[in-house]
């Protein structure tokens, strides 16, 4: 079928002049070359007024440069689609219009002009435009979707991320876009969650036009429209936000991994000097041993001796052996202290009341502070009992108290501060501490503080920041121990010239604090009963022997474990007591008890040490049925325990009924 040119143009001539919007026809310099009776009743000026007009009489004077950029995008060929915007009318009144302006070409496809068609816009109109026109300025990719799961909307960002234009988009189902498990169903519950965002999933995959896809953040939120309930689907690329989590997780768990090594090398170095400690707490505890007892052998001889004569003679000799037995007992009180350190020495937790503790030991830490240092207590009430051995926390209490005396010569103030923590989070301490409930026992001073390079060893044993002979490095360290020892956790926190706070968190018990037992006391009598004494160092055997005999025992004794096993099976009569020492060559105390008992079964059996690790539990304590001296021992700590054990059969007439 041939169309007749000129026809053709006369319909379309009919239909710009019947349409209802505003059509105009422009020159590239913004001329007017025609008008339609649309664009009269829109603007109310008659063609005769507007052809040869430019058209920027229509303008807002704050528009007036748009009319040169439009005409630049109209000559390169573009197309302006439904662009909102303002114009004037002729009684100077502004009119919102969608208007989308196209190029106009001759026969020979050169752009001659631009076709402009404007649409007047009611207020929901406009409101709708105002939204399109928020939905495209938004940074972030929308697409808007129905109760269908259809896709309804896109804006221009989510055009530019996708690859699509929004034709191709529109009426397609979400899936199309959207993969990694969210679908139409999936999207439902959001939709009648009404206006409240929801995050359907981290990093679901999102598809483009091209097949790639990327990791996205999602969120949606549900709306209503005059059409139905419309969901929108704010996509965001995550994947440098993901690339950045991945980079952050790394470097914290590189962080975490030092911290570990460095948290074990350093549980490794405490170990190695614990070991050192122990070993070298052992043989000394054995010297000091036969140094304290044989002063109180010379003390003793000197006392006798001096009867009757005058005592100025014999005022240097008590003098000097009265030095000698202090520097020993100060040796001792040293080896208790590597020692506790350490975690090798014996533990004898009870249940203790903390407040008391500090309320019975606030007077010596008074006269340790001295005069220029004021000293604050404040213990809470009810607080909770703690299961820890008395000793130990005294030490420590006081051991802390001489710390913030050095840092404080000027005089300051000590804080000293009882609390129940029922925690829950403690990441703060490092390392973390379990949670549960802890007594806090927190120690406050004034001080110098401690520099950051320090902090981290305060803690090593002989390690001192003070002169040489001014400290033995070991205060801290032993209240590490003994805090430890107790399952206990402790840290330090110092700032330069504001001060240093030692806090302590100990396990809370449930068990009732029990009265002190009585302690007996150690009168020169004769007693009853045969003791079989094995012990590797001469002096220490020779001190047991001459003890006991003086004290009426009948004395067997062995320098090894062969030794200490051969007279047991042989002795004619009975044995009543095995006092083995714990750590001997060949044979540990324990293996010459178990094979002693084997021959003798009804043989009461008494350790004694100074490094009592063989016979300790993992939490420092003696093993059930276990019995210990520690050494060095005096005369009244030796024949105590044996009375204890003895003091029941000898009232009872002999030894019928020897427990094992």
Excluded at 225 to 237: P, Q
Aim: proline content about 6%; hydrophobic content about 40%.
């Amino acid at each position: 079928m041939v169309t007749n040119p000129g026809r053709a143009q006369a319909e379309l001539a009919a239909i710009v002049r019947s349409s209802h919007d505003a059509i105009m026809g422009k020159a590239l310099d913004g001329r007017i070359t025609s008008w339609n009776p649309g664009a009269e009743r829109l603007y109310g000026y008659t063609a005769a007024e507007m052809v040869g007009q430019p058209a920027a009489v229509l303008f807002p004077p704050e528009q007036q440069g748009d009319e040169a950029a439009i005409l630049q995008r109209i000559s390169a060929g573009e197309r302006v689609e439904q662009y909102q915007t303002q114009r004037v009318r002729k009684d100077g009144s502004r009119v919102t219009v969608s208007l989308t302006v196209s190029p106009i070409t001759d026969e020979h496809g050169t752009i001659v002009g631009a076709a402009s068609v404007s649409r007047g816009m009611d207020p929901q109109q406009q409101a709708e435009a105002r939204f399109r026109g928020l939905l495209d300025a938004a940074p972030d990719s929308i697409i808007c979707v129905d109760v269908s799961g259809a896709i309804v909307l896109v804006n221009a960002q989510a055009e530019r991320l996708l690859g699509y234009r929004r034709k191709e988009l529109l009426g397609q189902p979400v899936e199309v876009i959207i993969t990694g498990g969210v679908s139409s169903e999936g999207l439902r519950p959001a939709m009648q969650a009404g206006n409240e965002p929801a995050v359907v999933s981290l990093h679901p995959s999102v598809r483009r036009k091209d097949g790639t896809e990327f990791p996205a953040d999602i969120s949606l939120s549900a709306f209503e429209t005059s059409g139905g309930m419309v969901l929108s689907v704010a996509i965001r690329d995550a994947t440098e936000r993901l690339q950045v989590q991945a980079e952050r997780e790394r470097l914290m768990a590189l962080a975490e991994r030092e911290r570990l090594q460095r948290q074990l090398q350093q549980a490794q170095r405490l170990e190695s000097l614990g070991q050192l400690a122990g070993g070298i707490a052992h043989d000394f505890n054995n010297m000091l041993g036969i140094i304290l007892n044989y002063i109180g052998f010379i003390q003793e001889e000197v006392t006798a001796a001096a009867h009757g004569e005058d005592q100025q003679d014999w005022a240097t000799v008590r003098a000097d052996t009265e030095q000698v037995k202090r520097a020993a007992e100060r040796a001792a009180a040293l080896t208790h202290q590597l020692l506790s350190f350490a975690r090798r020495e014996v533990v004898r937790p009870q249940v203790l009341d903390l407040n008391t503790v500090v309320a019975d030991i606030e007077q010596m830490l008074h006269r340790t502070l001295g005069e220029h240092i004021r000293l604050v207590t404040d213990r809470a009430d009810g607080l909770w009992p703690i299961l820890i051995d008395e000793g130990q926390i005294e030490q420590a209490l006081v051991n802390l108290a001489v710390n913030a005396r050095d840092a404080m010569p000027g005089g300051g103030t000590l804080t000293v501060t009882t609390s129940n923590q029922n925690l829950d989070d403690l990441a703060g301490y490092d390392p973390p501490v379990p949670p549960g409930r802890y007594v806090c026992l927190q120690v406050a001073d004034t001080g110098t503080g401690i520099p950051k390079e320090v902090l981290e060893r305060v803690f090593e044993p002989f390690f001192t920041t003070k002169p040489s002979g001014e400290g033995t490095g070991l205060g801290l360290a032993t209240v590490y121990g003994a805090i430890s020892q107790a399952d206990g956790h402790v840290r330090i926190t110092s700032e330069d010239n504001v001060g240093t706070v030692v806090t302590a968190l100990l396990p809370a018990t449930d068990q009732t604090p029990q009265p002190a037992a009585a302690v007996l006391p150690c009168d020169r009598t004769s007693q009853q009963g045969t003791i079989l004494v094995v012990e590797d160092e001469d002096g220490i055997l020779e001190v047991a022997r001459r003890l006991l005999t003086r004290n009426g025992y009948q004395v067997i004794t062995a320098a090894t474990g062969t030794e200490a096993l051969e007279k047991a099976r042989w002795h004619d009569g009975p044995i009543d007591l095995l006092l083995a020492d714990v750590v001997m060559p060949h044979m540990l105390g324990t293996e010459v008890a178990a094979t002693v008992r084997a021959l003798r079964p009804d043989i009461h059996v008494l350790y004694m040490s100074g490094y009592a690790q063989p016979v300790l539990s993992s939490h420092g304590t003696l093993e059930p049925g276990i019995r210990l001296i520690e050494k060095p021992f005096t005369e009244p700590d030796l024949l105590n325990p044996i009375r204890e054990i003895f003091a029941p059969e000898q009232s009872a007439g002999g030894f019928p009924d020897r427990p094992t």
